[in-house]
């Protein structure tokens, strides 16, 4: 037998690219779903402040920010990867050259592709919803100065964030694949849990994400959730068939 | 040199043995058609050598590597069948360049003579195509990729007759200008027949036969006479088949083991022989006799 030898970079790279052309829904999702955000943003879900003072006069601020689209965009991100880990998408990888860890790898690189460019169209979003205020609201507004170190920063941590959300989706899929019981069993263990500690688990993913002001621990942080949810899911992957 | 070899494979699944110790070896370069009922576990035996399903016991190997999840053997195998789920974001055309991509013999010239032909569009979107339209772009998808191991699970499902009869030279033409190693499961043996070098017998997880497709047709034999004569005969065989012939006399279907010089006699006595097809063979061979279909029939 003539045997084609095939390395893993490789095979990894082909099936990286096979996913950008073949997953192209996605993106188009990610356009529309942020649009929506953009102009809900822009118009209802502002952040409203009254502040009343003893003079008699209330100062009513409204703070339209981009923190919606990208709520939004994690959202958007926990969904695809669910998807992406049914049927429908999972045996594509098998139709050509590749093995399970492959394809996951390829599947990993995908989701910090497409988190990435959520994560700066999500950083853009924020200027296009302060134009949009401006013209639809007719108030003074007051915008902090922004430098593009600022903006790299934010794009880069909302990335961060969608990354984290798609691996949670990914993860949740994995799950699903060893038992169709935990389709209701997650969603249930999930909403538990939120219902009974919800605040608490908040205040420590607040306190230990988002209140982390020095960037690179920040990083380090998300990346350290990353290994351990995306390990997580190969881990579990391991003990299912490859395709059946 | 034998390019897949199974020892004692097993696989089961929560409540049925879907391959029971299954050994067997397939030589480079031959088509082995696997026949087999429903069920019988084709399918697992051909998802196994792809490597997508893990054995339970036992090993399966191609080209020595054990196949399971196997990036090697993915590289030099293809597996098609009629569930493959290709992307909908691609049209067929797009999917050939995939295919080019991925395999390192693509034949780029086979699509381009073959779509024409067989009414394929390469703006086509592969969901949106007929069952037999699906089917035959599968086909050239497998054939195009020159893959040395190929295998093919019931490659002609939903193509009309004119359609699998071209498939089939198609396929035997390209078998012998790039020689390679194909296991073909089909329903239409019948069509594949001058195909086959090799067949594979596979009933309930068991391989009953692995024999060339020559002894097949020796396997079996049928025999036309007076049925007292032919009861004589038949003493020491389990009688595949009866049915009552023309002016009183019986058919039977039994194993071939007669020597010479008894097929001689029996002519002589006014018996006569005559070969039984592969297809009708495999048939017999598999059937159950209390599960014949006339006699639930009959018992309602």
New interface residues.
């Given amino acids: ?6 390395n ?1 970079t490789t ?1 990894i790279g ?1 099936l990286f ?2 996913k950008c ?5 996605i993106l188009s999702s990610l356009l529309l779903l942020q649009l929506f955000a953009v102009l809900l943003s822009s118009t209802i879900f502002s952040t409203v402040t009254t502040s009343t003072f003893q003079e008699g006069f209330d100062v009513t601020m409204d703070t339209y920010s981009s923190d919606f689209v990208i709520v939004f965009t994690m959202l958007w991100g926990f969904l695809c990867s669910l998807n992406i880990t049914t ?3 999972r ?2 990888d ?9 394809s996951h790898l390829s599947t990993i690189l995908f989701l910090c592709a497409v988190s990435a460019a959520g994560g700066i169209t999500a950083a853009l979003s924020g200027f296009l919803i302060r134009v949009l205020a401006y013209y639809i609201h007719d108030n003074v507004i007051l915008s902090t100065a922004f430098g593009p170190g600022l903006f790299l920063t934010g794009a880069a941590a909302a990335a961060g964030y969608v990354l984290l959300s798609t691996a949670a989706g990914y993860l949740a899929g994995i799950i699903i694949q060893w038992h169709r019981a935990f389709k209701l069993l997650i969603p249930a263990v999930v909403i538990g849990l939120m219902s009974l500690r919800g605040a608490d688990i908040a205040e420590q993913f607040r306190s230990f994400l988002y209140l982390e002001s020095f960037f690179p621990m920040f990083a380090v942080k998300v990346f350290g959730m990353l290994v351990l949810v995306f390990g997580a899911g190969l881990l579990f992957a391991k003990r299912l ?4 | ?1 034998s ?1 897949i070899q199974a020892e004692q494979l097993t696989k089961t699944y929560r409540r049925k043995t879907a391959l029971d110790d299954v050994s067997f070896s397939i030589p ?1 370069h031959t088509i082995t058609g696997l026949i087999g009922r429903n069920g019988a576990g084709k399918t697992t035996l051909l ?1 196994t050598a792809a ?4 054995p339970s016991a036992g090993s399966l190997h191609v ?1 020595g590597e054990p196949s ?5 053997v ?3 195998s293809i ?1 098609i069948d009629e569930s ?4 909908a ?2 049209s067929l055309g ?1 999917l050939l360049q ?2 080019k ?5 693509w034949d780029e010239t086979l699509p381009e003579t073959l779509f024409d032909y067989f009414g394929l569009n390469k703006k086509d979107i592969h969901k949106k195509l007929s069952k037999g339209k699906k089917s035959t772009f599968n086909m050239i998808f497998g054939l195009a990729a020159r893959c ?2 190929t295998l093919l699970d019931e490659p002609m499902t939903g193509m009309d007759a004119a359609v699998r009869s071209d498939m089939f030279r198609v396929m035997l033409k390209e078998y012998i200008a790039h020689p390679r ?1 194909i296991i073909l499961s089909s329903h239409h043996v019948e069509e594949v027949e001058e195909l086959l070098e090799d067949v594979i017998l596979i009933d309930e997880g068991r391989i009953q036969l692995h024999v060339s497709m020559d002894d097949m047709r020796e396997k079996l034999i049928g025999l036309t006479g007076e049925q007292t004569l032919l009861t004589q005969w038949t003493k020491r065989h389990q009688v595949l088949h009866s049915a009552s012939a023309a002016a009183g006399e019986e058919y039977v279907i039994v194993e071939n083991d007669f020597s010479e010089a008894e097929r001689r006699e029996m002519s002589q006595n006014g018996i006569t022989l005559s070969t039984v097809p592969p297809v009708q063979a495999a048939v017999y061979l598999t059937a159950k006799k209390e599960r014949s279909i006339d006699d639930v029939l009959e018992r309602r």
């Fill in positions: 037998m003539s045997s084609n030898v095939v893993r095979a082909r690219t096979f052309r073949a997953f192209t829904e049927k429908a998408y045996e594509d098998f139709l050509f050259v590749t093995n399970r860890l492959t068939e490859v395709r059946q | 040199m390019v480079e998802k490597g997508f399903i893990r080209d399971f999840d196997n990036l090697q993915s590289a030099n597996f493959m789920n290709w992307p974001a691609l797009e995939e295919g991509r991925f395999y390192e013999n040395p191991v190693t």
